[in-house]
């Protein structure tokens, strides 16, 4: 690999490290999960997104910008992986970030004067980042390096620094190929570029949420080296630039259909949609970067590339904030097509010329890079499918009965109080409470806005259990049932449209000891939400009838969840009315929000059919998310 596009996927790869961060700390710390303005949010991300606009009129002198900006991303990155959350977290992750948007940036520009860098080049690195990201991704369990407590994790974070630096410091290009600047516009792609990428087409967990198999997340992960083939030679897709953005569309398109992912469908052609996708992104990256004889302004190169990085910025709060703001937020992947079809378009005839006659002197490398691709590809699918993500989880605490053991945790996308990742440790809080069945609410299964991890694969690992899936707003938000016990019976059910993330309640009936119980998971959103008090009380209906409906098929029924309602609210009497019955009613105060002196609030719940009988209730107070497990062992009456 040449040294100049080398350099830019080491510094992109600790840049995609340290924006991983960056967003779950900016929604759990600076936004606290919701409770801070939606637009103060997008401004304080934006700030570190517009460091690099100062840079662009100093375009003649920028040519110590781009080494003093990556050392100081290198730093970052590695002052990252010694924070423990908290502020030190957020603000280092942010300032990371915005070293990484001002390296990008002074990079782009200097390709247009420096011969020792190549505008095509800095893209195809970006490209090749986002594959090595996607393979580590997956080899790591879709957890990042710097959540793994262990120094361990410091070599290879280390390593990428010291690499960066020296490469920077003797990036040298072909002294036989002259200077090739691309044009501007082509640097709006890395908007797009970050965005679809992180959002599905290089996500790993996206991958095997859809697929409910690691094969999913091997698969993204292949296609994503794959694709880097692509970016160098864009005509392998096809010979018309027009190729390209069709597939991404089709894919897209796939992809947005409310039938063409799981549970409604296979996940096969929504993975396959995945890697297509990516493989077209790519190729658009690439016909954007091709050479035009003409020069490059570097101000202009500059400003395209600025407004690329303020771009991706965009489409992130364009896509989720519209949870809290309830607006649709589907049409914000096709728009990011926009800038892309764009940067595309074809340009002069003879520029045109020019460029496939590259292509066509190129006929030999071009042979020779598709078979290492097509290596690198098989090596990173048997790498990924075979390597165990995790150690085998630890076993259970010693059961305190003979009963059926139920836990509800609220496990907040996986991140704890002080704004880390945490399912690990929440999986071992569950572990200490030795449930049978454990149900979940805020399970996030590769959204980018928290960093694109897979929280319910990691949660049934580490317990050793099986996960069912309640998918509440799209394939990747929702419930969850984990149980190591016979499921003999699954169904979903849609509630009352409400709140910013949906509402659904999942039926998984198990089989203990020769009695089949149906456990439903659900999560109530809030009359505060914005939709009032009485589609809050609709939803609770709604579950009532699912429990209703699942005692008359037979059988004893728990309904447990984030219910966001206290035993004293009057909609309560609408479980009550049903036959469920408070599992805590005799334990007050019961408190299920952690580390909050003098609060008794509690709206996390377990009910139950009145031919059960509770015992042994448990809510420790951990800070592993913004609420407690609970947990309670269920009897059957006399």
């Given amino acids: 690999m040449r040294r100049d596009r080398l350099a830019v996927a080491v510094g992109t790869v600790l840049f995609l490290d340290a924006l991983r961060v960056f967003l779950p700390s900016l929604i759990t710390l600076f936004g606290r999960a919701g409770s801070t303005d939606p637009a103060l949010m997008g401004a304080f991300a934006l700030a570190w997104f517009l460091l690099p606009l100062p840079f662009v009129p100093l375009a003649r002198r920028i040519g110590p910008a781009a080494p003093a900006a990556a050392a100081a991303m290198a730093a970052g990155r590695l002052a990252l992986q010694a924070t423990d959350g908290g502020g030190p977290q957020l603000y280092v992750s942010a300032a990371t970030v915005g070293a990484g948007a001002v390296w990008l940036v002074c990079t782009a520009m200097a390709s247009t004067s420096d011969g020792r860098l190549r505008g095509r080049e800095v893209v195809v690195g970006v490209v090749a980042a986002i594959a090595a990201t996607a393979v580590v991704h997956t080899l790591l369990g879709t957890t990042d390096l710097v959540w793994w407590p262990t120094p361990v994790a410091w070599g290879p974070v280390a390593a990428g620094a010291a690499l960066l630096l020296l490469l920077l410091f003797g990036v040298r290009g072909a002294d036989t190929e002259p200077a090739q600047p691309v044009p501007p516009r082509a640097w709006l792609v890395l908007g797009p570029l970050l965005f679809l990428t992180g959002l599905y087409t290089a996500n790993p967990a996206v991958g ?283 169904e979903r059910h849609p509630l009352t449209p409400s709140g910013p993330t949906g509402a659904q309640a999942l039926e998984v009936t198990v089989d203990w000891n020769g009695t089949e119980v149906t456990v439903v998971s659900t999560h109530v959103q809030p009359a505060d939400y914005g939709f009032g008090e009485e589609t809050s009380r609709r939803q609770l209906r709604d579950v009532a009838e699912v429990a209703r409906g699942a005692r008359e098929r037979g059988g004893p029924v728990v309904v447990a969840g984030d219910l966001n309602i206290e035993p004293d609210d009057p909609a309560w009497s609408i479980l009550t009315e049903h036959g469920m019955r408070d599992a805590f009613g005799g334990v007050r105060p019961f408190p299920t929000l952690p580390g909050q002196a003098g609060s008794d609030q509690q709206i996390d719940h377990v009910l139950h059919s009145a031919d059960l009988v509770p015992s042994d209730p448990a809510n420790p107070d951990v800070p592993h998310s913004d609420h407690r497990p609970v947990a309670v062992t269920l009897t059957p009456a006399d």
């Avoid at 096969?268 to 003409?294: F, T």
């Avoid at 904030?321 to 892309?340: E, G, H, K």
Wanted: overall charge positive; some cysteine.
């Fill in 208 to 490: 095997r949420a859809l697929a409910e198999s690691p094969l999913g997340a091997a698969a993204v992960a292949t296609g994503s080296v794959l694709s880097v083939a692509l970016a160098l030679r864009p005509r392998l897709l096809g010979r018309s630039r027009w190729v390209a953005p069709a597939v991404l569309l089709a894919a897209l398109v796939w992809l947005a259909l409310p039938g063409g992912t799981p549970p409604d469908a296979s996940g096969v052609p929504s993975v396959a949609a995945l890697v297509a996708g990516q493989c077209a992104l790519a190729a658009c990256a690439g016909w954007a970067v091709l050479p035009r004889p003409e020069r490059a302004s570097a101000a202009l190169t500059g400003l395209a590339a600025a407004s690329g990085l303020l771009l991706f910025v965009v489409l992130v709060f364009a896509f989720y904030s519209a949870y809290d703001l309830y607006v649709p937020n589907a049409y914000v992947p096709f728009a990011a097509l926009v800038p892309l079809v764009f940067a595309v378009l074809p340009r002069t005839r003879e520029a045109e010329r020019a460029g496939g006659g590259r292509e066509e002197r190129g006929g030999r490398l071009r042979r020779r890079g598709l078979a290492v691709a097509a290596g690198a590809g098989a090596l990173t699918l048997a790498a990924t499918a075979l390597y165990p993500p995790s150690q085998p989880p630890a076993p259970a605490a010693d059961r305190p009965g003979d009963g059926l053991r139920v836990a509800a945790y609220n496990v907040r996308m996986g991140f704890g109080m002080d704004g880390r990742f945490s399912v690990p440790e929440q999986a071992e809080a569950l572990r200490g409470l030795a449930p049978d069945a454990v149900v979940l609410s805020e399970v996030d299964r590769g959204w980018l806005l928290n960093g694109g991890h897979d929280g319910l694969a990691g949660l049934a690992r580490g317990l050793g259990m099986n996960a069912y899936w309640g998918p509440a707003d799209g394939p990747l938000w929702g419930d969850a049932v984990l149980t190591a016990l016979p499921v003999t019976r699954q």
